[in-house]
């Protein structure tokens, strides 16, 4: 006689079948993003010299025949006066500068036509780079951030690295990234629709969107992060839920200010740190009595880790020299490269579905929770084009699960070998 189905496992049904679900409507609703997307991808790269730009300080009055103005190294300006001098020139908004956020402030007093997004490298920069180097840089800013206009100083090496840029990229006018007709909110409502399935009493979020859309996004998005690690047991499917939660995401914030990064994904920080963070604590509180004589040296290690876990993510992150180097060897392999903390924590997270020891199991699993937040994390940058970040995430598990099978054969082979190792030591000692 058959058993019946568990209350538990009918929930887990549910959840299994809305995964799929909302991970096919992802999929399905991000091409609205990809032509505009491939669109905004056309850049305007020019030399330093060039008569068309001006970088903005000290209240300097503006060439009339400059076109392009870029406010640099200042946090505080007179706008009103900076205002009129603009006139109906456009404003660049110099990203990875001090001068960032104070663009952004006279961006949102500006139209839509008007604004651009800047990438310069200064002068001194270019004695680090060699053509390919700085190639990738430019790379980078076109495919990875949709950079409107590209500023370079005119040397030898520019000059190569201008040259062959030009034959990769469409070469325009730079211009604002202006989505067409789109119901973001439809998609907030969605997401939230998402995470609540997972933890009913996320519906309580929904009060939140008549205060700030912006914050109910980070919110609900945010709690997602945590509950779905909960309640989707396989980690494989872990994957896909957080593919589905980041693409919910981004669809929900796009919108102007968003796509030209006069305002980003709030809560960048605490949506990679916090279920981590949760998972560390339960670790500690289910096996007190287990690590107690380690506690002393586990806690440093989790807060060192955790510290450099936090300094080297986002825009401004730290990274040390031979990531920088592997990182260019897997961009070289596949174009657009997989985040490096993915690769290494994805794996792990898949290893330990086959350790059976729990304290290993555990220390993996928490491990394996950063590729699961950082997932989530590439699809809030709004600015960045969709597809190349699903493109990303899909290179990305699909090197983790190959090397998840690579660790799974030796660790097969390790089992195999064992019972024989053991049975030539007991014939060995038979025979004497």
Request: with cysteine; aromatic share 16%; proline share 4%.
């Amino acid at each position: 006689m058959e058993t019946k189905p568990t209350l538990s496992q009918y929930i887990h049904r549910i959840y299994f079948i809305s995964l799929i679900l909302f991970l096919f409507f992802a999929i399905t609703t991000s091409f609205l993003r990809l032509y505009p997307d491939l669109e905004n991808m056309k850049v305007k790269i020019i030399f330093q010299n060039d008569p068309t730009i001006f970088f903005y300080s000290d209240n300097k009055d503006i060439p009339t025949n400059a076109k392009y103005i870029i406010i640099k190294d200042s946090t505080s300006i007179n706008i009103d006066n900076f205002l009129k001098k603009l006139g109906e020139k456009k404003l660049g908004v110099l990203e990875f500068n001090i001068s960032e956020n104070i663009s952004k402030e006279i961006a949102k007093r500006l139209p839509q036509n008007q604004i651009i997004n800047v990438h310069y490298v200064k002068p001194e920069e270019t004695l680090k780079y060699n053509e390919k180097t700085l190639f990738k840089r430019l790379w980078r800013a076109v495919i990875e951030r949709s950079i409107d206009l590209i500023i370079i100083p005119e040397t030898a090496l520019t000059k190569s690295v201008y040259n062959e840029f030009i034959s990769y990229f469409h070469i325009e006018e730079p211009t604002s990234y202006i989505p067409g007709n789109f119901n973001n909110l439809t998609f907030g409502i969605i997401l939230g629709i998402f995470v609540t399935i997972y933890f009913p009493y996320a519906i309580l979020g929904f009060l939140t969107i008549y205060f700030s859309y912006p914050l109910y996004i980070s919110i609900m998005s945010i709690l997602g992060t945590v509950i779905l690690y909960f309640k989707i047991k396989d980690h494989f499917l872990k994957f896909f839920g957080y593919f589905t939660l980041g693409i919910l995401t981004n669809l929900s914030l796009y919108d102007f200010e968003h796509l030209n990064n006069l305002e980003v994904y709030r809560g960048v920080k605490i949506s990679l740190t916090l279920l981590p963070f949760i998972l560390i604590i339960l670790f500690i509180i289910k096996n007190k009595h287990e690590i107690k004589g380690a506690i002393k040296i586990l806690v440093p290690i989790f807060l060192i880790f955790g510290i450099y876990y936090i300094i080297r993510s986002g825009n401004y992150g730290f990274v040390l020299d031979y990531e920088k180097q592997f990182r260019e060897f897997i961009e070289n392999l596949f174009i657009i490269r997989p985040r490096t903390k993915e690769l290494l924590f994805y794996p792990l997270l898949l290893i330990s579905t086959q350790i059976t020891n729990k304290l290993w199991k555990s220390l993996l699993e928490i491990a394996g929770s950063i590729s699961l937040v950082s997932t989530f994390n590439t699809f809030c940058h709004i600015r960045a084009p969709l597809f190349i970040n699903i493109y990303r995430e899909i290179i990305t598990i699909l090197i983790a699960f190959l090397i998840f099978g690579l660790v799974k054969i030796f660790i097969k082979r390790g089992e195999i070998n064992e019972p024989e190792k053991n049975a030539n030591s007991s014939y060995s000692g038979a025979s004497h």
